[in-house]
């Protein structure tokens, strides 16, 4: 990991190595070879002219030519002695033949020199300027550039390797396919894995929790329904027990009523469980069709008055003649009937449904004047196998599955359901929130499969 780091900081630091020492040998010399060149034809320029003006008046000079000559060629001249200027014997030979030259090594700076008639003395023009000896702005800017052309190709040559190195990485991101999960794909392998990773993480480990709590329900199911085949198995063992010859002809027939009760229970509690199956793992398919949904809960409601003859049931609607419902709608009276029933079985006397009609959705709820949910078991009561405890009789708390397979109705058509307490009837108060028309569904496989539950 470290070396991982520390690699491209390598490799910068030595762009920059590189690049200072280019402008340092490379750019820097010629830059000074130009400019000597040019101080040196300018300086060669004047000694010239300075020499011819002297050549017309025979070498002879007086204070008011050589001011005049400072002011038009612009720079300082001085009348010196040659033996006093410290130059090499060459290039004294080179000034008496010449007559003038320029020096480019002066103590102050670059130097011309006119020698005179006697040979011993002479005029030096200067010292000239040297600016090829500072660092300017331009210098800065090309020193600048230099460094941003090598670190920019650095740069782009590591980011061109990690996008080649991620690019795997962000192709098997096209592969991924999760309900519920939105990638926002992006052009760079960089920036889109940084943008969708996080996401991809996360949804996994919601899957991982959902999967964990899955096995868990998945447990606490086959926990339940082994105690629930308890009873009806236990009551086949006793009855079997006293089937025998000497048992007298009416108690066989009670003994064979008990075990065709019993039996009837564990074929009702297994298709109960199938049933819940099928709505909690998708695999029942939807059959979609348009209803009125009030026609609907007063057919409900006719079919649960033959049970519970002595209870009151009263149906609001708005609008008044009902709503149409593009749903299944098996599956819908499957989910009304339960909870319609649930209600009738712990009210007293009444049980209202109220059908509530928005631009888009609908609710449905079913309240009662019983006595109520306790708000710590509004949640369970939607688990299977959950009964309160005040309902532990089977004839009257049924298999607790009721409420988990409503649950498990409406989820199917994208909808929520919860319990509250009903404050029109001081009992509970059951909400189905869902959309008025489901989108169609692709036929599922096992569509040929038994599907009633």
């Not at 447990?219 to 009873?231: C, I, K, P, S, T």
Request: negative net charge.
């Amino acid at each position: 990991m470290i070396r991982k780091i520390f690699a491209p900081l390598l490799v910068l630091i030595v762009a920059n190595i590189l690049g200072g020492t280019f402008v340092y040998y490379v750019y820097f010399p010629w830059v000074f070879d130009i400019g000597e060149k040019e101080v040196k034809d300018n300086i060669t320029s004047d000694a010239r002219e300075l020499n011819f003006r002297l050549s017309i008046l025979d070498y002879n000079h007086s204070p008011q030519t050589i001011a005049r000559a400072e002011y038009e060629l612009e720079t300082k001249i001085t009348s010196e002695k040659l033996s006093d200027l410290n130059l090499d014997k060459n290039i004294k030979d080179e000034l008496k033949q010449n007559r003038y030259l320029v020096y480019m090594n002066g103590e102050d700076g670059p130097i011309g020199l006119v020698i005179l008639n006697d040979n011993e003395s002479i005029l030096k023009l200067g010292p000239y300027d040297a600016p090829y000896f500072y660092v300017t702005v331009r210098d800065w800017l090309v020193y600048a550039f230099v460094l941003l052309l090598l670190n920019g190709s650095i740069l782009y040559g590591l980011y061109y390797l990690n996008q080649r190195n991620l690019r795997p990485a962000s192709y098997a991101l096209d592969k991924v396919q999760f309900d519920g999960l939105a990638l926002n794909r992006q052009n760079y392998a960089v920036q889109d894995l940084a943008t969708n990773i996080p996401k991809l993480v996360e949804h996994i480990n919601d899957l991982r929790k959902e999967h964990q709590q899955s096995l868990y329900n998945q447990r606490d199911l086959m926990h339940a329904v082994a105690h629930e085949f308890r009873g009806p198995m236990a009551r086949l063992s006793f009855a079997l027990d006293l089937f025998n010859d000497k048992t007298s002809d009416a108690r066989k027939e009670k003994l064979t009523t008990d075990m065709h009760d019993a039996l009837d229970e564990l074929d009702a509690l297994v298709r109960e469980v199938l049933g819940y199956s099928r709505l909690k793992h998708g695999q029942h398919p939807l059959q979609l069709s348009e209803f009125n949904i009030k026609e609907l809960t007063e057919d409900v409601c006719d079919k649960v008055k033959t049970i519970h003859n002595n209870k009151q049931f009263v149906i609001y609607s708005q609008p008044n003649q009902g709503s149409m419902l593009y749903a299944d709608k098996n599956l819908i009276e499957r989910a009304l009937i339960n909870l319609v029933r649930n209600a009738a079985r712990f009210s007293i006397s009444t049980v209202q449904i109220n059908l509530t009609q928005y631009n888009e959705s609908i609710d449905i709820q079913v309240e009662d004047d019983g006595p109520g949910i306790p708000p710590g078991k509004r949640k369970r009561i939607f688990e299977p196998f959950t009964r309160l405890d005040f309902s532990r009789n089977r004839d009257s708390g049924g298999a607790g599955l009721g409420l988990a397979i409503a649950k498990g109705i409406i989820s199917r058509h994208h909808g929520k359901i919860w319990a509250e307490d009903s404050r029109v009837l001081n009992g509970a108060l059951f909400t189905i929130s869902m959309p008025l028309k489901q989108l169609d569904n692709a036929v599922s496989k096992d569509q040929n499969q038994e599907s009633d539950v």
